[in-house]
């Protein structure tokens, strides 16, 4: 069977794929292609989840950024980070490097995390045949991450860092079963996610950019317009749909829709719910959509489910999150990040 075929047989099985060998691999679903010689030190992340998962994991090993990173965001990194040039991407909307630059760089892997769809394992698939570089792909939505760090963090030699993200990743992921246990499903709010500048671009139903939203019990208005990725929304349509709460990691946005005549004719503008999560170093909802939402879960449940928990009061929330940047990223979360968690925006 050929391997192409092989891939569609099991697309529906976690998996490891090694040089010709299918191992099941319980709680975590691996695409691997071909064998690094060794730990790898030279790691090529083929889109922005995987960028930041090397960050998180092995600052030391990433090669380079395959997005844009602001001044702003790199301040809050690592040194290491800091420097790294900008090396395109591999994999999202639009390869933006040859394989021949990607043959320059020598990396000694190629690695992918998130969406583990047909196109994702074909493209996997497409760099190993045509450049023979190792390529390892890992599923990346929010329950895949305890596995997801812990696999990273022993194919790249660290280990004991992969188990300590791993757990606090658990640590999140077992409070929004703690806080969405008390909350039955026809009570949760109405949720609309509003990206861009001009908040009207969404995330279709199943789209791992409102992910975060369906996890923390959040009902996406969105889900109505079909099933897909990112969609353009109307305002007709927006207020027609009229959600309990509106979240958005754009600040500027925020701040013009609470002051917008327009956008004020929606309850959770005028009412108060309208939520801008931080952004820095990475979003804490989306973009990218990798384990640099795992902050953004104890957040999101404040807001959609204030007072569900004591883990959610402002002081204790703070607390949380400070612990988990700071492990992430091996820096303080900053005051003003810090202050905002004691309020509601």
Same mark, same amino acid.
């Given at each position: #069977?050929?391997?192409?075929?092989?891939?569609?047989?099991? /697309?529906?099985?976690?998996?490891?794929?090694?040089?010709?060998?299918?191992?099941? #691999?319980?709680?975590?679903?691996?695409?691997?292609?071909?064998? !690094?010689?060794?730990?790898?030190?030279?790691?090529?992340?083929?889109?922005?989840?995987?960028?930041?998962?090397? /960050? /998180?994991?092995?600052?030391?090993?990433?090669?380079?950024?395959? #997005?844009?990173?602001? !001044?702003?965001? %790199?301040?809050?990194?690592?040194?290491?980070?800091?420097?790294?040039?900008?090396?395109?991407?591999?994999?999202?909307?639009?390869?933006?490097?040859?394989?021949?630059?990607?043959?320059?760089?020598?990396?000694?892997?190629?690695?992918?995390?998130?969406?583990? &769809?047909?196109?994702?394992?074909?493209?996997?698939?497409?760099?190993?045949?045509?450049?023979? $570089?190792?390529? *390892?792909?890992?599923?990346?939505?929010?329950? &895949?991450?305890?596995?997801?760090?812990?696999?990273?963090?022993? %194919?790249?030699?660290?280990?004991?860092?992969?188990?300590?993200? /791993?757990?606090?990743?658990?640590?999140?992921?077992?409070?929004?079963?703690?806080?969405?246990?008390? =909350?039955?499903?026809?009570?949760?709010?109405?949720?609309?996610?509003?990206?861009?500048? @001009?908040?009207?671009?969404? +995330?279709?139903?199943?789209?791992?950019?409102?992910?975060? $939203?369906?996890?923390?019990?959040? =009902?996406?208005?969105?889900?109505?317009? +079909?099933?897909?990725?990112?969609?353009?929304?109307?305002?007709?349509?927006?207020?027609?749909?009229?959600? &309990?709460? $509106?979240?958005?990691?754009?600040?500027?946005?925020?701040?013009?829709?609470?002051?917008?005549?327009?956008?004020?004719?929606?309850?959770?503008?005028? *009412?108060?719910?309208?939520?801008?999560?931080?952004?820095?170093?990475?979003?804490?909802? @989306?973009?990218?959509?990798?384990?640099?939402?795992?902050?953004?879960? !104890?957040?999101?449940?404040?807001?959609?489910?204030?007072?569900?928990?004591?883990?959610?009061?402002?002081?204790?929330?703070?607390?949380?999150?400070?612990?988990?940047?700071?492990? %992430?990223? @091996?820096?303080?979360?900053?005051?003003?990040?810090? =202050?905002?968690? &004691?309020?509601?925006?």
């Amino acid at each position: #069977m050929k391997r192409r075929a092989l891939l569609q047989a099991f /697309a529906l099985a976690p998996l490891l794929f090694a040089g010709g060998r299918l191992l099941a #691999m319980p709680a975590q679903r691996v695409l691997r292609l071909g064998e !690094p010689k060794g730990t790898p030190q030279r790691v090529f992340a083929a889109g922005a989840p995987a960028a930041v998962l090397v /960050a /998180a994991i092995a600052p030391q090993r990433l090669l380079g950024w395959p #997005m844009r990173v602001s !001044p702003s965001a %790199l301040a809050l990194l690592p040194t290491t980070l800091r420097g790294l040039p900008m090396v395109g991407r591999l994999a999202g909307r639009g390869s933006t490097v040859s394989l021949e630059r990607l043959l320059e760089l020598q990396p000694d892997l190629v690695l992918d995390a998130g969406d583990f &769809d047909a196109s994702y394992r074909d493209s996997a698939e497409r760099v190993w045949q045509q450049t023979g $570089i190792p390529v *390892e792909l890992v599923a990346g939505r929010l329950p &895949d991450h305890p596995a997801q760090l812990r696999h990273v963090g022993k %194919l790249l030699g660290v280990t004991a860092r992969g188990e300590a993200l /791993a757990q606090a990743a658990e640590a999140q992921l077992a409070l929004v079963r703690e806080v969405l246990a008390t =909350r039955p499903a026809a009570s949760r709010p109405t949720v609309y996610y509003g990206r861009g500048s @001009d908040g009207l671009e969404s +995330g279709l139903s199943g789209s791992i950019n409102t992910e975060v $939203i369906e996890f923390c019990g959040g =009902r996406n208005v969105a889900a109505a317009a +079909g099933k897909g990725g990112l969609a353009r929304v109307s305002l007709e349509q927006l207020l027609a749909w009229d959600p &309990d709460v $509106i979240l958005t990691q754009d600040a500027a946005f925020a701040a013009s829709a609470a002051q917008d005549a327009r956008w004020r004719s929606l309850r959770a503008v005028r *009412e108060g719910r309208l939520h801008c999560a931080p952004s820095l170093p990475f979003g804490w909802l @989306d973009g990218p959509p990798g384990v640099n939402r795992l902050p953004g879960l !104890p957040w999101l449940l404040s807001r959609l489910h204030p007072g569900a928990s004591p883990a959610l009061a402002p002081a204790a929330l703070r607390t949380r999150i400070n612990a988990l940047h700071q492990l %992430l990223w @091996d820096q303080p979360l900053p005051a003003d990040i810090a =202050r905002s968690l &004691d309020g509601r925006q």
